[in-house]
């Protein structure tokens, strides 16, 4: 045991990079004779050796079939590619559906608030160009003038227009000052 201990306790160099890479190579080369062979018996199996024929004829047949075999390959590829789509048509359906089942719906994504030329533009298009500025067409008020008209003594008897707009003759003159 004694022998044992002092082999394991000595410590072992370090494997060399040179050495370590080697090891990869061999191992990576493998793999590829391996993949390379599985190739050859793979078309050994279903690629029958081509036979070239040595009148005019002969070859214009086999390229007939060989066109013939290509269409069939497409209008398979084709159909396939169909089938796909319609997949994932039905599939994005059903997404919509479990989604909607389930009340994750998407909602409409948030919107900024429009100016008032943003939505004249969006509603009457870019060749009309509308300016609204609504805040120049206010009206502006003066705090002083307001101050002035309403002296708190001159508001007035305020009988006076109580009896002057009861009764028919009142709604009367309302109506004609109105218009």
Same mark, same amino acid.
């Given at each position: 045991?004694?022998? !044992? ?9 370090? %494997?060399? %990079? +040179? ?12 793999? =590829? ?15 029958? %050796? ?19 075999? !290509?269409?069939?390959?497409?209008? =398979? *590829?084709?159909?396939? &590619?169909?089938?796909? +789509? ?6 994005? @359906? ?5 989604? /909607? ?6 909602? %409409? ?7 008032? @030329? ?23 008020? *003066? ?10 003594? /001159? ?22 000052? &109105?218009?």
């Amino acid at each position: 045991s004694g022998d !044992i201990s002092l082999r394991l306790t000595a410590r072992c160099p370090p %494997p060399h %990079p +040179q050495s370590v890479m080697l090891q990869i190579a061999a191992t990576e080369l493998e793999k =590829e004779e391996a993949a390379e062979a599985e190739k050859q018996n793979y078309l050994s199996e279903h690629c029958p %050796p081509l036979h070239l024929p040595g009148s005019m004829s002969e070859v214009q047949e086999l390229c007939r079939q060989l066109h013939a075999k !290509i269409d069939a390959a497409e209008e =398979e *590829k084709y159909d396939m &590619e169909i089938r796909v +789509q319609k997949s994932t048509k039905e599939l994005e @359906d059903m997404n919509q559906k479990l989604s /909607d089942l389930r009340g994750k719906s998407s909602g %409409p994504t948030a919107t900024r608030r429009m100016s008032a @030329d943003a939505m004249l533009k969006a509603l009457l298009g870019s060749k009309h160009k509308v300016c609204m500025d609504l805040r120049a067409n206010l009206k502006q008020v *003066k705090k002083e003038d307001t101050e002035k008209e309403r002296d708190p003594r /001159d508001v007035g008897d305020w009988r006076k227009n109580i009896e002057e707009k009861s009764g028919m003759e009142g709604r009367k003159k309302m109506f004609e000052t &109105e218009s």
